[in-house]
Nanobody
Framework: QVQLAESGGGLVQAGGSLRLSCAAS????????MGWFRQAPGKEREFVAA????????YYADSVKGRFTISRDNAKNTVYLQMHSLKPEDTAVYYC?????????????????WGQGTQVTVSS
């Protein structure tokens, strides 16, 4: 079992930046692709970004390309989402996910573990 704990959410003005963290604990983190998703009120959960175990492959939703960067530190069992140029439409609960089958299934929402989420609110 892998437990995922997100942190770093908060309230920020439009144009600002935040860095989300997702710390994994429990059984080994080795080999897991990781991803970030978000869900705004009244909307379905949507893919944001994903990264392979090695960090050599990354994937982004078109809506965040050029503004968000996903990275990971396997020594710390942590994945990050650096968010710049935030917009009010980025407001959502952000979730991290871990998948053993590589990043492409994670992109489609197929993951073995999910975190509880952290709220990001962007004011205009």
């Amino acid at each position: 079992q892998v437990q995922l704990a997100e942190s770093g959410g908060g309230l920020v003005q439009a144009g600002g930046s935040l860095r989300l963290s997702c710390a994994a604990s429990g059984r080994t983190f080795t080999g897991y692709a990781m991803g970030w998703f978000r869900q705004a009120p009244g909307k379905e959960r949507e893919f944001v970004a994903a990264i392979s175990w090695s960090g050599g492959s990354t994937y982004y939703a078109d809506s965040v390309k050029g503004r968000f960067t996903i990275s990971r530190d396997n020594a710390k069992n942590t994945v990050y989402l650096q968010m710049h140029s935030l917009k009010p439409e980025d407001t959502a609960v952000y979730y991290c996910a871990a998948g053993q089958r590589g990043p492409r299934p994670v992109v489609t929402g197929v993951a073995d573990y999910w975190g509880q989420g952290t709220q990001v609110t962007v004011s205009s």
